[in-house]
């Protein structure tokens, strides 16, 4: 009869798509866990995977079975907790996911506090502007911008982005700077492509007390939120983007903010993890390194002097959206 570790290798072979990826995250060669695999298929007398040579995905069983080995191991995970909370300090791994920008900024230096803070703490943490479903990836915690939906997760809100529009100064004497959002339409905008969907992102402007997204007739199109900032210093065009990351090109006089009357209202930063009656100490861990003096510092410091003062987190968290 196979044991627990098959069952796991199995569910990480499911959650990672191939073997390769879920021997990393177990310790294991490749075909120590291909093998694994092989043999609890062989042990329940069912195919659990299609394979190729690259991938490998579940089929209707495996697909069955995932669930309810995902269910299993969440219990593992509710009675390791338990039993941190009994020692009274956090431990284990504390895996989570950041928008890679974002994660640079505020995330790294929380987490490095944090490992300095609990030292017996693990934390696996990966940086990617693609949205990952929490519990399928089998995370403890991702940071979200945005307003979400509600569902069964919650969302912790630890500060907020504002988003600006800039041009380099060679820019605007060439062209002109557009008094609204309207005159856009004759400039050349820089646009952020969503790694997630393979849309652009539209550009957002308030009016009144209202929402107005616009498309772009893009000049400039990447998927990469740094080199779109980096093209508008070249003279490239206008771009919209977090005002924390180009505000040390600001104060430097690099960009010129424009259009600033029409800012949006600041999105929401959160910390979204799966609801459960106990939270597990390292995500409760996770929550308390985020106090409003740290996220401050760590977004503060790339803040422009003009720039509206963030609000501050609420004290309770919300019901939100994976």
Not at 285 to 301: H, K, M, Q
Request: charged share 20%.
């Amino acid at each position: 009869m196979a044991g627990l570790q098959a069952y796991v290798a199995f569910a990480e072979s499911a959650r990672y798509g191939n073997f390769a990826a879920a021997a990393r995250e177990l310790g294991l060669s490749a075909s120590a866990v291909a093998k694994s695999v092989g043999r609890l298929e062989d042990d329940l007398g069912l195919r659990l995977f299609h394979r190729t040579t690259r991938r490998v995905t579940l089929t209707s069983e495996g697909q069955d079975l995932y669930v309810r080995c995902r269910r299993v191991l969440e219990e593992i995970e509710a009675m390791r907790g338990a039993a941190e909370t009994a020692r009274g300090h956090p431990s284990g791994t504390l895996r989570i996911d950041a928008p890679l920008t974002l994660g640079r900024m505020l995330v790294a230096p929380v987490l490095a506090e944090l490992a300095r803070t609990h030292p017996q703490l693990a934390i696996q943490v990966s940086f990617s502007d693609r949205q990952v479903d929490l519990v399928q990836a089998g995370l403890d915690a991702v940071i979200r911008i945005g307003h979400l939906p509600d569902s069964t997760l919650v969302a912790w809100p630890i500060g907020a982005q504002v988003l600006a529009v800039g041009a380099a100064p060679t820019y605007l004497a060439a062209r002109s700077t557009p008094a609204t959002p309207r005159e856009l339409a004759t400039h050349a905008c820089l646009v952020f492509r969503l790694p997630s969907s393979g849309r652009v992102r539209p550009w957002q402007f308030r009016s009144g007390d209202r929402l107005q997204e616009w498309v772009p007739e893009a000049a400039f199109v990447m998927n990469d939120g740094e080199a779109l900032v980096a093209a508008a210093v070249e003279g490239t065009g206008l771009v919209q983007a977090p005002l924390c990351m180009i505000a040390q090109e600001l104060r430097a006089g690099r960009i010129v903010e424009v259009l600033e009357r029409f800012r949006p209202e600041p999105l929401p930063i959160s910390l979204v993890y799966p609801s459960h009656r106990k939270v597990p100490p390292r995500v409760r861990a996770l929550i308390e390194a985020f106090t409003p003096d740290r996220v401050a510092t760590a977004l503060g410091a790339f803040e422009a002097a003009k720039a509206r003062p963030l609000p501050r987190a609420a004290p309770s968290p919300s019901r939100r959206s994976r």
